[in-house]
């Protein structure tokens, strides 16, 4: 069994970065990949990027340039930097962990852009 913690989220101005961290415990060895979801009020939760085991990364196209997910050496900690955030992107931010059939997800992090 996998457990995944979100940290990082906040309160920043438009134009600004955030760095999200998501740490991954318990039988890490098996997960297959890991992303970040979003879901902002009134909306459904979506994709914003992913990355495998072998490194192959994925991102939705409102964040593509601006967004940057990576896996640390030890590979129980995935990072999404983020920066020239807007408005749009405020969210709550959700971590999750594959280990198929399984996907476990973290309980998330506001992210708030606003002047």
């Known amino acids: 069994q996998v457990q995944v913690v979100e940290s990082g989220g906040g309160l920043v101005q438009p134009g600004g970065s955030l760095r999200l961290s998501c740490a991954a415990s318990?039988?890490?060895?098996?997960?297959?990949?890991m992303g970040w979801y979003r879901q902002a009020p009134g909306k459904q939760r979506e994709l914003v990027s992913r990355?495998?085991?072998?490194?192959?990364?994925t991102y939705a196209d409102s964040v593509k340039g601006r967004f940057t997910i990576s896996r640390d050496k030890n590979k129980n900690t995935m990072l999404m930097q983020m920066n020239s955030l807007k408005p749009e992107d405020t969210a709550v931010y959700y971590c999750?962990?594959?280990?198929?059939?399984?996907?476990?997800w973290g309980q998330g992090t506001q992210v708030t852009v606003s002047s």
């Open positions: 318990g039988s890490i060895f098996g997960i297959t990949a």
């Open positions: 990355i495998t085991r072998d490194g192959t990364t």
């Open positions: 999750n962990a594959d280990i198929p059939p399984m996907r476990t």
